[in-house]
C-alpha cells in the first residue's frame, strides 16, 4: 500500500507580482493567483484526494479553498506549513535584499544552509517542522491521497528532506506558483518522486 503525497504551492500573490520577500506576512493572492488556483483545482479533480492540509497564511489557504470546493474534500489548518520566516528580510524587493545584504544574499543563492537571517528561521528549522507535521500526517492517513498546500522555500525543504537529499543542494530546485509535486511514500516509508514543480495545467497563465 502506497501513501500519495499531492503537494502543490500556492497560486501568484501580491508580493511575488511584486518580487518581495514575503515569509510570514500574509499576503493576498492576486486576480492571476486565483485563476491560477482555479487551473489547478481542476488538475487535481481527478485524483481521488481524500483530505487537504493548508498553511493558514492567506495565499496558501485561498488556494486550498479553491481546490477544497472543485474536488469536495475537507481543509486542515497547518501552521507548521507556513513559509520560512525570513526576519529583516521580508517586505524587501530581491534588488533591495541584494543592496542592503549582499554577502549574505549571495549566500543564500549558493548554500543557504549557512544563512543566518536577522530575526529569522534556518532553512534546516523549516525542514525539521514541514518534515514532523508531514509524517504525522501520513500515519494518521496511511494508504490515502493527500494535498499539502504550502509555500516554495517550506515545499522544497520539505521535499529534499522526504528524498533524503542535502539541504545544499536546495538552490538547484525551482518551485512555481501552483505547480504540483507528486510523492509516494512506500510501506518501508521510503519516498518515491513522481512529479516535480508540474504546471501544465496552467497553460499561458503563469
Known amino acids: ?57 492567506k495565499r496558501a489557504y485561498t488556494t486550498a479553498e479553491i481546490i477544497s470546493k472543485e474536488i469536495n474534500a475537507p ?36 548554500d543557504p544552509r549557512y544563512v543566518l537571517i536577522e530575526n529569522a528561521e534556518t532553512l534546516e528549522e523549516v525542514q525539521k517542522r514541514m518534515l514532523t507535521k508531514t509524517k504525522e500526517i501520513v500515519e494518521e492517513n496511511w494508504g490515502k491521497n493527500i494535498l499539502i498546500v504550502s509555500h516554495g522555500t517550506s515545499i522544497k525543504a520539505l521535499i529534499l528532506g522526504l528524498l533524503e537529499i542535502d539541504l545544499s543542494f536546495y538552490p538547484s530546485f525551482r518551485m512555481d506558483n501552483a505547480s504540483l509535486s507528486i510523492i509516494d511514500i512506500k510501506e518501508n516509508k521510503k519516498a518515491v518522486l513522481v512529479l516535480y514543480n508540474d504546471t501544465c495545467h496552467l497553460g499561458e497563465r503563469k
Open 1 to 57: 500500500m502506497v501513501t500519495r503525497l499531492y503537494i502543490a504551492r500556492h497560486g501568484q500573490s501580491k508580493w511575488n507580482l511584486e518580487s518581495r520577500m514575503q515569509g510570514m506576512k500574509d499576503i493576498e493572492l492576486t486576480q492571476l493567483g486565483l485563476e491560477q488556483a482555479e487551473l489547478l483545482a481542476k488538475r487535481l479533480k481527478g485524483e481521488n484526494i481524500n483530505c487537504i492540509y493548508s498553511s493558514d497564511l
Open 75 to 110: 481543509i486542515v489548518k497547518i501552521e507548521e506549513f507556513r513559509e520560512m520566516s525570513f526576519g529583516v528580510w521580508e517586505g524587501l524587493t530581491a534588488k533591495e535584499i541584494e543592496e542592503n545584504y549582499q554577502e549574505l544574499y549571495d549566500l543564500w543563492k549558493t
